[in-house]
Nanobody
Framework: QVQLVESGGGLVQPGGSLRLSCAASGFIFSVYTMKWYRQAPGKERELVAYISSARGSTGYADDVKGRFTISRDNAKSTVYLQMNSLKPEDTAIYYC?????????WGQGIQVTVSS
């Protein structure tokens, strides 16, 4: 079965960096687009970044452009989110996501807290 397991979250000071990882299994990872979402307290879940399967095209939410970088390692079936220049408003639970054969899958989520 499809599984997505996030890691790498935690507490970081404003201006700091974190790298999230999402280890995938149960499907042919290299074929599918992968996404990162986040949900802050009291807010709706929002798309942060995506990376396509073919040429590795990427896209970002406006408020993370230039600070976050999504990448993938198909040999390791892992997608990453490098987050730099973190701000308190980046505090949220971050989720890995993919759509496989018309079914949507989510990781369990991982907390990122940006605070001094």
């Amino acid at each position: 079965q499809v599984q997505l397991v996030e890691s790498g979250g935690g507490l970081v000071q404003p201006g700091g960096s974190l790298r999230l990882s999402c280890a995938a299994s149960g499907f042919i990872f290299s074929v599918y687009t992968m996404k990162w979402y986040r949900q802050a307290p009291g807010k709706e879940r929002e798309l942060v970044a995506y990376i396509s399967s073919a040429r590795g095209s990427t896209g970002y939410a406006d408020d993370v452009k230039g600070r976050f970088t999504i990448s993938r390692d198909n040999a390791k079936s892992t997608v990453y989110l490098q987050m730099n220049s973190l701000k308190p408003e980046d505090t949220a639970i971050y989720y890995c996501n993919t759509l496989v054969r018309f079914l949507e899958y989510w990781g369990q989520g991982i907390q990122v807290t940006v605070s001094s």
